[in-house]
């Protein structure tokens, strides 16, 4: 999708392990945001953040960390990747309250 | 619970018939967004409206608001292959993050 991007698209791991998932965007946006789609339970939110160095957890965070040290990028680490995190993961973009998300293409993580 | 339910799981209609689905939510809201997914992607935002109205058109999308029984419905007139894709409803009130959460979503299948 225009103006994000995320890397890498696929990624088979171990368990155990940690994983950085990368969220660049080129619009300028305040909001970002992680999110992960499991079958039976929809997109669900891990972190968000409403600007540099201002992050905040979502309803599944845990096992997750954030961090976004300049606009244009939020990374998503998983400290210690478990079988249950395997997932479609998405990163979204918005600027104002009254307006919608752009989301990435996703990543596929696979921990085994 | 913040997040939109869709209704029904899954609905499948001839081309050319037109497709409604519901969402309900429990939370008062600011406004309420739809979303479409087609099959191994990101979200692609359809349509926003505001809690003050109670009708937005988008092409052949349309989408009513109620917001005392706490519900949207999403129209979509004169189907096409090409709509066969999942759609979600994303509640919006106004919080720090202009974090939205997701349900399940509705699948659609339009046969040719």
């Known amino acids: ?73 939020f990374l998503l680490t998983l400290e210690s990747a478990t079988s249950s995190q395997t997932s479609v993961y998405f990163c979204a973009i918005s600027e104002l309250a009254q307006y919608g998300y752009t989301f ?3 990543t596929r993580l696979t921990v085994v | 619970s913040q997040q939109g339910e869709e209704d029904p799981q899954a609905l499948s209609i001839q081309e050319g018939e037109n497709a409604t689905m519901n969402c309900s939510y429990k939370t008062s809201i600011n406004n309420l967004q739809w979303y479409r997914q087609n099959s191994g992607r990101g979200l692609v935002h359809l349509i926003l409206i505001r809690s003050n ?12 608001l109620d917001t005392s029984k706490k519900s949207s419905s999403l129209l979509i007139t ?17 919080n720090t993050g202009n974090q939205f959460y997701f349900g399940t979503g509705t699948s659609l299948t339009v046969i040719p």
């Open chain 2, 53 to 64: 109205e109670r009708e937005k058109h988008s092409g052949r999308l349309r989408v009513t």
């Open chain 1, 1 to 73: 999708d225009a103006g994000i991007t995320q890397s890498p698209r696929h990624k088979v791991t171990e368990t155990g392990t940690p994983v950085t998932l990368r969220c660049h965007q080129t619009e300028n946006h305040r909001y970002m945001y992680w999110y992960r789609q499991d079958p039976g339970h929809g997109l669900r939110l891990i972190h968000y953040s409403y600007g540099v160095k201002d992050t905040d957890k979502g309803e599944v965070s845990d096992g997750y960390s954030v961090s976004r040290s300049k606009t244009e990028d």
């Open chain 1, 104 to 106: 990435g293409s996703g």
């Open chain 2, 78 to 94: 004169a189907s096409r292959a090409a709509d066969t894709a999942s759609y979600f409803c994303a509640p919006g009130r106004r």
